[in-house]
């Protein structure tokens, strides 16, 4: 709507996990390159927390981009609120399995198991790793999915991993990883995403306007300390804020965002 009147080819603050707008901050970095670094060595498991907004879907779906699908077999189940044995038959599916049981009250964990554990020797014999993500995993509560997806995790072959599970989601999800012994002991590595600082939230702010086509800044200096304040760091709060603001800014027809309108548009933004 106001992109045209600001220069900008795409709207710079869509609160969606689009990898082309990354930023690449220290710790986002830091985080994508520890997943890579689980899936590419074949470590068992990997973990990923931080707060509402800080950038986990972001970073799995960045990782997902760039993984090469002639190596990777891969799944991404973004929302696992699913039962016992649904979150196996949900895996399975994206994985390539099609000869599943239709009524889900048939369905035995143990086929479902079994059936998983072809799919990945099979990938293993042409070649391929298998690297499975699940989003907002904090979700899972029941502990019997844990013990599945652990049982998945024992599936082995000559000493190696059969596939590579990435775990991501709230802080909550690393106490309730942390709890589980055996679980645990699968996570090769476990990294925690903070909100961004002051300065990381102005080249942010600079980096997805940059991103969206515009080179000259939109946002006067003194607006960013409040927005940082206003957000904590958190980009999808910037985002809400940011794009509050670029609207308000459009219909007040102002050349620069500036401390007022950004002190106007939080007024209408929780906390
Ligand atoms: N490093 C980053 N660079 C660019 N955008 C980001 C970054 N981190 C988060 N975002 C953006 O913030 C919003 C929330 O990120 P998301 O990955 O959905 O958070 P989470 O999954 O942790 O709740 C998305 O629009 C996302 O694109
Ligand atoms: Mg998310």
Redesign the pocket.
């Known amino acids: 709507m106001y992109e045209e009147y600001w220069g900008f080819k795409e709207k710079p603050f ?5 990898p082309h ?5 220290q710790q ?1 970095e830091e985080g994508l390159s520890r997943l890579l670094y689980v899936v590419s060595e074949g470590k068992g498991a990997g973990l990923l927390t ?10 799995g779906r960045t990782l997902f981009k760039e993984l090469d699908r002639d190596i990777y077999k891969t799944a991404f189940i973004a929302n696992p609120f699913l039962n016992y044995s649904e979150l196996l038959m949900h895996i399975a599916y994206n994985l390539g399995a099609r000869d599943l049981p239709q009524n889900k009250q048939d369905v035995l964990v143990n086929v479902i198991l079994e059936r998983l554990n072809e799919i990945l020797e099979n990938n293993m014999r042409d070649g391929k790793k298998t690297v499975i993500v699940i ?1 907002e995993a904090h979700v899972i509560t029941d502990r019997r999915v844990w013990e599945e997806l652990r049982l998945l995790l024992n599936f082995q072959l000559e000493d190696k991993f059969l596939l590579t599970l990435l775990i ?1 989601g709230q802080p909550e999800l690393k106490e309730m990883i942390d709890s589980n012994k055996q679980f645990s002991q699968r996570i090769a590595v476990k990294f925690h ?1 903070g909100p961004l600082n002051e300065k990381e939230t102005e080249e ?1 702010i600079k ?2 306007i940059n991103v969206a086509g515009r080179s000259s800044s939109v946002f006067a200096p003194e607006t960013i300390k409040t927005i940082y304040k206003k957000c904590g760091g958190i ?2 709060r910037i ?1 809400h804020l940011c794009d509050l603001a670029l609207f308000a800014g459009f219909g007040k027809n102002t050349s620069i965002i500036d401390e007022k309108i950004i002190k106007e548009v939080s007024f209408d933004m929780e906390d």
């Open positions: 869509e609160n969606t996990p689009n707008f990354l930023y690449h901050s986002h931080g707060v509402f907004g800080c950038g986990k879907t972001l970073l989003d991501l995403l942010y980096h997805r980009p999808r985002n």
